[in-house]
């Protein structure tokens, strides 16, 4: 890959996310340096900031973004540099943190301060179209996946405090208590104007789901293509089947799900079977959006990097 000759990297560190493993970000930036770079690091107070940091930048001195934060952060720096003028921006390059960090699973990325520090400054380069959710007159990037259903509502469930204090039980908890409100809600998918139904759908970009899990075994960051899974058999019992085939990792060859490749989505709600409540749209694991939406590759591109 080729880099600027300032050989700096842009550090945005979300601290909530960087609390239990500020050791890996400072191993990370010291090792960085000891290969003769720049680092400067800087750390977001609030909702939106690594998204404007992101967009604003200095592509002529950064040859980096490092990102030490979770997928919801990730996501907003892929956001920001997407909306860039063409791959434009600094190279994305994440220092693994949060709860599941399903980026770092999907480029292969050591999880050790040494192997983090190699691949930002000499990792190779991955040019990915984002995908693009767009609903209720707002428009959200992802580098990874969007999700009705059940999953939306897991994620809409957890509240932030409650994610910061239990980590992934707080998504396991939230999961019990969705499963026992369960309705038989139907949803509506059509792919390049072809019609489905399902009980719950994924929209990735990706192979990968909720950490090291595997939905969509053909998916993959630089393909400019979207896999939509569909859950498409109803009912208390095989929500809790389909989870416990994506923990045993046998999710894509379970019957009633299936993964149809495509290019223009759009979910609806077809029947609420009396829930009469919002409908939320999961984007990289925060709750963004309320169906029905729209979803597409977006026009922008992003440049990742993973291990050489």
């Known amino acids: 890959m080729t880099f600027s000759s300032a050989r700096a990297v842009l550090l945005i560190l979300n601290p909530v996310a960087g609390r239990r493993r500020r050791g890996l970000v400072d191993g990370v930036v ?40 979770g997928d919801g952060t990730i996501n907003e720096v892929v956001n920001g540099l997407a909306y860039r003028s063409g791959a434009a921006g600094p190279a994305l390059g994440i ?39 767009s609903g209720e007159g707002r428009t959200r990037q992802f580098s990874l996946m969007a999700g009705a259903g059940f999953d939306a509502k897991v994620v809409a469930g957890v509240s932030a405090p409650l994610k910061r204090r ?38 990735t970009h990706g192979r990968h789901y909720a950490g090291p899990y595997v939905v969509a075994p053909d998916a993959a960051l630089g393909k400019p293509l979207l896999h939509v899974c569909l859950f498409e058999r109803w009912g208390r019992s095989q ?45 990289d694991g925060d709750d963004a959006l309320t169906l029905p939406v729209s979803i597409a590759l977006a026009a922008g591109a992003v440049r990742l990097l993973r291990p050489a």
Do not use: K
């Not at 998204?51 to 930048?57: G, K």
């Not at 949060?98 to 983090?116: D, K």
């Not at 046998?250 to 409540?277: F, K, M, N, W």
């Open 95 to 133: 220092v693994p943190l949060g709860t599941a960090n399903v980026l770092a699973h999907e480029l292969g990325l050591g999880f050790s301060a040494a192997a983090v520090a190699q691949t930002l400054t000499a990792g190779r380069e991955i040019l990915m179209q984002p995908g693009e959710a």
């Open 239 to 283: 929500t809790l089947r389909f989870g416990l085939a994506l923990l045993l990792g046998r999710l894509p060859r379970t019957a009633g799900y299936r993964v149809i490749a495509g290019h223009d989505i759009r979910v609806s709600v077809l029947s609420d079977a009396g829930e009469q409540r919002r409908q939320p749209v999961q984007i």
């Open 166 to 203: 239990l980590g992934r039980a707080a998504y396991v908890w939230r999961s019990l208590v969705e499963a026992r409100r369960y309705r038989p809600v139907r949803y509506a998918v059509e792919i390049d104007g072809v019609r489905h139904e399902a009980a719950s759908v994924i929209v």
């Open 30 to 69: 010291q090792r960085v340096r000891d290969l003769g770079w720049t680092v400067d690091v800087v750390e977001t107070a609030a909702a939106g900031d690594a998204r404007r940091i992101a967009e604003t930048c200095d592509a002529g001195r950064y040859a980096v973004i490092a990102v030490a934060g």
